[in-house]
């Protein structure tokens, strides 16, 4: 799986738009783009994933560059609850014996 | 989305004591989950690959006889650390993925337990 990078910490206003930057410049073609969250003591979430369109659900966005070289994770509208560590891992499309590996990711701390 | 269940939630044991943590899936079945370990301010590690019906593929440096992993069912994975330490202390965390959920689905990861060895 690609390397990704991202850095260690960010902080967001609550209410503005959280844009989490996300570098993966050694991406292979079938690798896609996946955004993981973890609050504090708990387990990690799937927020989204993409191959090479940008993507939208009810959590978040995600803008990927046309290289895919690097994306972008849009929380719209950031509250207290998103404050977590966000994680941006690049691989190939799951089969059922591959783990997801996870690096350092982003401590997002919303701030009221 | 497909729910994972992990029990108990937390544990404090005696160093020496083994300790069983139980990962469940609760609305899929699960031919593989995945057994994390996850130390203060550090990110998710990979311990092992829990196979139903064969035996746990473990990450290099993760000691095979000290957590045993029984894949007993497609709904249940357990996780034993046997003779604990005080450095066996951390966050425990499964994950499995619901095969039927499609081709690039997400992983879903159990709530955790944390284990504080004494």
């Keep these: 799986d690609a390397k990704t990078t991202q ?4 902080d967001c206003a609550e209410g503005r738009a959280a844009n989490l930057p996300c570098n993966h410049s050694t991406i292979s073609g079938n690798e896609y783009v996946y955004w993981y969250r973890q609050i504090h003591s708990q387990g990690p979430q799937y927020i989204i994933h993409g191959l ?5 659900n009810e959590m978040a966005s995600l803008i990927i560059t046309e290289d895919r070289k690097s994306s972008t994770l849009i929380l719209p509208h950031a509250t207290l609850r998103d404050t977590a560590v966000y994680y941006c891992i690049v691989r190939v499309a799951p089969s059922g014996n591959t783990p997801l590996v996870f690096g350092k990711g982003t401590r997002l701390s919303v701030i009221a | 989305g497909a729910v994972v269940s992990q029990h108990p939630s937390w544990v404090i044991c005696k160093s020496g004591t083994s300790v069983k943590i139980e990962c469940r899936s609760l609305d899929f079945q699960a031919t593989t989950m995945f057994w994390y370990r ?20 473990y990450e290099q440096g993760v000691e095979k006889d000290k957590f045993l992993i029984n894949h007993a069912s497609l709904t249940l994975s357990t996780l034993t650390v046997t003779s604990a330490h005080p450095e066996d202390s951390s966050f425990y965390i499964c994950s499995a993925r619901d095969p039927a959920s499609g081709l690039d689905n997400e992983q879903f990861f159990g709530p955790g337990t944390r284990l504080t060895v004494l």
Excluded: D, V, Y
């Design chain 1, 7 to 10: 850095p260690p910490s960010m």
């Design chain 1, 52 to 56: 090479k369109n940008n993507e939208t």
């Design chain 2, 38 to 57: 996850q130390f203060p301010k550090q990110s998710l590690m990979l311990m092992a690959t829990s196979n139903e019906g064969s035996k746990a593929t």
